[in-house]
Structure formats: C-alpha cells, structure tokens
C-alpha cells in the first residue's frame, strides 16, 4: 500500500496567510529549515495508480499539482482519484471537495453526521450527483473501498470515533462549553487494512484526548499518523497569536504532561508521524529544539510530499 502526504499542515497551512508568528516569517521567506505546508490530507492507494483522498484540503488543487500520481494520464478528462474519505467536517478537511466539481466520477465517504453537513449546506451540490455518490460509513464497521466504477480498491476502512469536537463552523454555543454540540461521529479516525485483511496503518488527524479504548487500538500498530496540532495547549495564548487553547479546539498537545507524546510513548508503535502542525508549533522548524525532542522521542514530523509504503 502507497501513501502519499498531500498536506501535513493545520487548518491556514504553514505559513497560514495571516500569521507574520516567527515560524510563519521563516517560512515565508523560504527558509530551508522552515519547509511550506499545505493543509492536511493524505492520498492512499493499494496499485500506485488509483487513488482515495483522505480529507479534501482547501489546497487540493495546488496538491494535485504538485504530486503526479494525481495527474489525469487516460483521455481528455480523466483522474486517478476515486474518491475522498472525510474523517469530520473541519472547513480544512472538506472545502477541497469543490475543486472535484467538473463533473469527473468518484465516491465520497463520510459518517451520516458528516454527509448530512455537506447535504445541508448546498453549495456541495456542485458535485453533480450523476457523477459522484455519496457514501456513508458506520462506526466500527469494515468498509470496502470501491472506485468509481463500482470495483473494489483493494483498501478496506475501518472508521471509529474519537474525543473531538464538532467543526468550528458548526458550533452551538446553547449546547454549552463542553462539546458545543459535537456528536459521536463528528471526529473519526481510520484504521487501513490491505486486501488480505492485514491492518497497514491508522490515520487520526484529529483527537482531543488519549482514552484507554484507543490506546489499546493502537497498541503495535505499525504505522500511525497522529494529530500533531500543538506543541502545548496554551501555546497560541502563550505566543500572543490566538485566544484558544488545544484541548478547546478539540486536539492534545504535544509535549503536556497529558499529551500525544507521553500518550503513545509505551504502545509500542513502529513509526509515529504527525500531521496537521499548527504554523506556530516549534515542530515544523528542522533546527528547533522541540523537533530534536519529538525525534529523541521516536516521532516523525510529515511534510508535504512525504512517500511511504507499508
């Protein structure tokens, strides 16, 4: 199986366009050390010629550029992407699906929660429903990938909820301050096996906390890409750009006594990656400190581009 990170960055991407933070100057000004970030989304494939979009970042045109193997190769019109897997609602995880609109077949899956977010808001149905289908995904159940044609990908998803919070743009602050509204299928994450049933790696680009039944479910994973927002929670409010902290917009820090660190430091994991980095967490800086911690301690720091096959 082939995995390409389209975008490691959080929503904004790094640098986010109105962020002059330190980090963002650095990449701006194209530091070596300070490599660019688009939104995040991973592209995935069983062949290396068909491939599933997981989330559709605002930046799916400029990613589809960059990387080849999203190139159309057959006839006028034609595409290797058969389809997007959306693990929640994030503005920086479906807004990518309008550039899909030019009538081009696939499949979008999402959890009913999700895909009654796209239905309610219309301006989604630029993605003509003769072309492309809407598939919904039940928690905890094995669900085959099929490509446009209807034949399988060789990719099975198994989608399972996460502690989350439902997107930002969704919000309902009468739902009170604790989860503002959020539903247990509003934040999944993914488990991916291959077609001999073999699991090959779990995707979470989102998760608020580390709780003992997802600790376990990871646990010997071989691969994990893991929400890698912000280094600590207060780290927006600390560097005087935000008023939010992590855990209010619905992901662990890093490096917290409570964080993604500490949390997976004992399951035994082959390969840690983050994804979905903040354009103010140290990280995303090849000569930081906190990167030479994150990879004393066994993590990678995903950027865009990134190839690895399992």
């Known amino acids: 199986?082939?995995?390409?990170?389209?975008?490691?960055?959080?929503?904004?991407?790094?640098?986010?366009?109105?962020?002059?933070?330190?980090?963002?100057?650095?990449?701006?000004?194209?530091?070596?050390?300070?490599?660019?970030?688009?939104?995040?989304?991973?592209?995935?494939?069983?062949?290396?010629?068909?491939?599933?979009?997981?989330?559709?970042?605002?930046?799916?045109?400029?990613?589809?550029?960059?990387?080849?193997?999203?190139?159309?190769?057959?006839?006028?019109?034609?595409?290797?992407?058969?389809?997007?897997?959306?693990?929640?609602?994030?503005?920086?995880?479906?807004?990518?699906?309008?550039?899909?609109?030019?009538?081009?077949?696939?499949?979008?899956?999402?959890?009913?929660?999700?895909?009654?977010?796209?239905?309610?808001?219309?301006i989604f149905n630029v993605l003509n429903p003769k072309f492309v289908s809407r598939e919904v995904m039940k928690l905890d159940q094995p669900l085959d990938l099929q490509k446009a044609d209807g034949s399988r990908a060789g990719i099975t998803v198994i989608p399972f909820a996460v502690p989350g919070k439902v997107a930002l743009w969704l919000e309902d602050e009468s739902k009170g301050d604790d989860n503002f509204g959020s539903v247990e299928e509003d934040t999944i994450a993914l488990e991916v096996k291959d077609a001999s049933g073999e699991t090959r790696f779990f995707y979470v680009p989102a998760c608020a906390k580390m709780t003992p039944e997802l600790a376990e479910r990871l646990r010997g994973a071989d691969l994990v890409f893991f929400d890698g927002t912000l280094w600590t929670d207060d780290e927006m409010i600390r560097d005087g750009v935000g008023v939010k902290t992590a855990k209010r917009m619905g992901h662990m820090s890093n490096a917290d006594a409570d964080g993604s660190i500490a949390a997976l430091k004992d399951l035994d994991i082959k390969r840690k990656i983050f994804i979905h980095i903040n354009t103010t967490n140290p990280i995303l800086l090849d000569d930081s400190d906190e990167r030479r911690q994150v990879e004393a301690a066994g993590w990678e720091v995903s950027y865009d581009g990134m190839q690895i096959e399992v």
């Open 1 to 122: 199986m082939k995995i390409c990170v389209l975008g490691a960055g959080a929503g904004g991407g790094f640098p986010q366009w109105n962020c002059n933070h330190p980090n963002s100057r650095r990449a701006r000004q194209n530091d070596p050390a300070a490599k660019q970030r688009t939104q995040s989304s991973i592209a995935v494939s069983a062949d290396g010629d068909d491939w599933f979009l997981f989330n559709a970042s605002p930046d799916l045109r400029k990613q589809i550029t960059d990387n080849e193997i999203l190139h159309p190769k057959k006839d006028l019109r034609h595409s290797p992407i058969q389809g997007v897997v959306l693990t929640n609602a994030d503005v920086d995880h479906v807004a990518g699906l309008l550039n899909l609109r030019e009538s081009q077949p696939l499949r979008v899956y999402g959890t009913q929660r999700v895909l009654d977010v796209l239905k309610a808001n219309t």
